[in-house]
């Protein structure tokens, strides 16, 4: 009679084993890929569901603040700050994945916070989702989860597309520099080629908390050969303190291009205090790449500016400028 039990005990637990496994093969089927998402640099990648958490209240770490840009442009970057403790000092690594998908990347974790930078997929799965963090320790001890709700910005999609994100409520700028020397930013959102700035967070602190901006080459658009400068400019110093950490990115068909210069994605911050209030021609040169046939440029020419007068008239994406 015991043998009989035991091997009814025996069979029960194969079958759950087999069950679970068989709903997990079923949520991995079922729920898109994180890397559909986002992808995280030097994050080692994890088949199936995120840790639930693990450990006494005692003894597993806490996480005390996540922060990060509620806005995604796809194909673009999130840079999100997590902080925490732990009861026994030795997190390890930060979790990171999303709702209702498979996998989840781990990052090393040292000290109390840290600060990551996430690469977004250029098509993403949903226009909104969330994004959950969980901390790890040497034990094994998993912290309860936080999460992060993101959604789409509006902006538009075309086969060249340079986008900028950053962290504070300041007012940064992103310039982009033709092979001809045509520079479009806030003061010149379109170019003759029809390359345009389509979105400008922040203008003239006129906060919108989208923290983004986005030059765009739609289908209807000229894609000259040449070399492209993408430049950073710290405008103006709304939040008055901290350092601002921004992120920027460029896609060509879909996909990062390799640059001459830089990298892609490219980071950098600016500190507290040094806004510069700046127009054409201003701002920290991040990355340089080169496009290769499309039309040719048979001549450079200086720029011509419309230039705005004020900060505060900067954000005009539907303007025409003067030809």
């Known amino acids: 009679m015991k043998y009989k039990s035991y091997l009814m005990l025996v069979a029960m637990a194969l079958l759950l084993a087999f069950s679970m496994c068989r709903k997990q093969e079923e949520e991995e089927n079922e729920y898109p890929s994180i890397t559909s998402f986002f992808t995280i640099q030097d994050a080692t990648q994890h088949d199936g569901s995120m840790p639930d958490p693990r450990g006494s209240d005692s003894e597993r770490p806490v996480i005390t603040s996540v922060s990060g840009n509620s806005y995604i442009v796809p194909g673009g970057t999130n840079i999100i700050s997590v902080s925490g403790n732990d009861p026994q000092g030795d997190i390890k690594y930060l979790l990171v994945g999303v709702d209702e998908a498979s996998g989840y990347f781990s990052v090393n974790f040292a000290g109390d916070s840290i600060r990551i930078t996430l690469t977004l997929s250029n098509s993403i799965p949903r226009d909104t989702f969330i994004i959950l963090f969980s901390l790890e320790d040497e034990a094994g001890n998993v ?37 001809d020397s045509e520079e479009i930013y806030y003061g010149h959102t379109m170019s003759d080629e029809g390359g345009y ?34 430049k950073v400019d710290f405008y103006s110093d709304c939040v008055g303190s901290g350092v601002t950490h921004y992120a920027v990115s460029a896609r060509y068909n879909g996909e990062l291009i ?17 806004d510069d209030h700046g127009g054409a021609g201003s701002g920290v040169e991040v990355m340089r790449f080169n496009i290769s046939g499309g ?29």
């Open 143 to 179: 912290s309860a989860r936080k999460t992060l709700v993101v959604q789409e910005a509006q902006v538009q999609r075309g086969k060249l597309e340079i986008s900028l994100s950053w962290d504070l409520l300041n007012d940064i700028d992103l310039h982009v520099i033709q092979p």
């Open 197 to 230: 700035l389509d979105l400008d967070s922040n203008a003239g602190c006129a906060i919108d908390s989208v923290n983004n901006e986005h030059v765009i080459y739609p289908d209807t658009a000229t894609i000259l050969t040449g070399t492209y400068i993408v």
């Open 258 to 274: 390799n640059p001459i210069s830089g990298s892609n994605p490219a980071e950098g911050t600016f500190e507290a205090g040094t």
């Open 295 to 323: 039309s040719k440029v048979y001549a450079f020419r200086f720029p011509h500016r419309q230039e705005t007068s004020a900060k505060s008239t900067k954000s005009c994406k539907s303007c025409d400028r003067v030809r």
